[in-house]
């Protein structure tokens, strides 16, 4: 059984880097979801697909942020000209349908 | 403007007792609820939902009260056991859309 994996785990870049990041969602699951959490806070919303479709972007999701999930099965979400404020913890998740949402282990930002 | 509130940021409770953790919401078009844990390093792991036709739903442990007239729900942990020393999140959805809106969260330690 595998559930949601991301990769890398842990990413250290400078301010003005592009960063890509991967989720691999639970297989027989059309809707892959990606939240950033920062500390004291929970997980929040950025971007959803179902299958391969974008259906809704958070409004805090600045041009400088894009995600894609060319074939409906795995993701990527892309952060151009990092900043330091986009350190966080990105989290995917994975579901079928509107049921619960099944994350992963989330990919640590650091941008120094 | 915070849709979901979990307004103890932390609790402590002795083992075999019982933990009680709250949560508020303003959005009444929310009709699905779950809860969360996570431990340190890790994405959430999904406990236990409700749906707004329920006003109680128990999974062994865990059993989650919803009151839509006050906007509340809660999550009961009863037996309380050290494991459950995590940080616990309720989150909801509208049936608008797939995201999930998380409250702050709240740090549960289980004393032996």
């Known amino acids: 059984d595998t559930g949601v994996s991301q990769d890398p785990r842990h990413k250290i870049t400078k301010r003005g880097q592009n960063v890509t990041f991967r989720c691999d969602p639970i297989?027989?699951?059309?809707?892959l979801y990606w939240y950033r959490q920062t500390l004291g806070q929970g997980p929040e919303f950025l971007t959803y697909?179902?299958?391969?479709?974008?259906?809704?972007k958070s409004r805090l999701l600045s041009d400088r942020f894009s995600a894609e999930r060319p074939k409906g099965s795995f993701s990527t979400l892309e952060i151009q000209r990092t900043e330091q404020g986009d350190s966080a913890m990105y989290l995917c998740?994975?579901?079928?349908?509107?049921?619960?949402?099944?994350f992963g282990p989330g990919t640590r930002l650091t941008v120094t | 403007d915070q849709q979901v509130k979990q307004n103890s940021p932390s609790l402590s409770v002795q083992e075999g007792r019982i933990s009680i953790l709250n949560c508020d919401y303003t959005?009444?078009?929310?009709?699905?609820f779950l809860w969360y844990k996570k431990y340190p390093a890790e994405g959430p792991t999904f406990l236990i939902s409700?749906?707004?036709?329920?006003d109680k739903n128990e999974d062994g442990r865990f059993t989650v009260f919803l009151n839509k007239s006050a906007k509340h729900l809660s999550l009961h942990i009863v037996p309380s056991q050290p494991g459950d020393s995590a940080v616990y999140f309720c989150?909801?959805?509208?049936?608008?859309?797939?995201?999930?809106?998380f409250g702050q969260g709240t740090e549960l330690s289980v004393k032996p």
């Open positions: 998740a994975s579901s079928f349908g509107r049921a619960e949402q099944y």
């Open positions: 297989s027989e699951h059309n809707r």
């Open positions: 697909f179902q299958n391969e479709a974008q259906l809704e």
């Open positions: 959005n009444s078009m929310f009709d699905y």
């Open positions: 409700i749906s707004s036709i329920k």
């Open positions: 989150a909801a959805n509208d049936n608008q859309g797939g995201k999930l809106i």
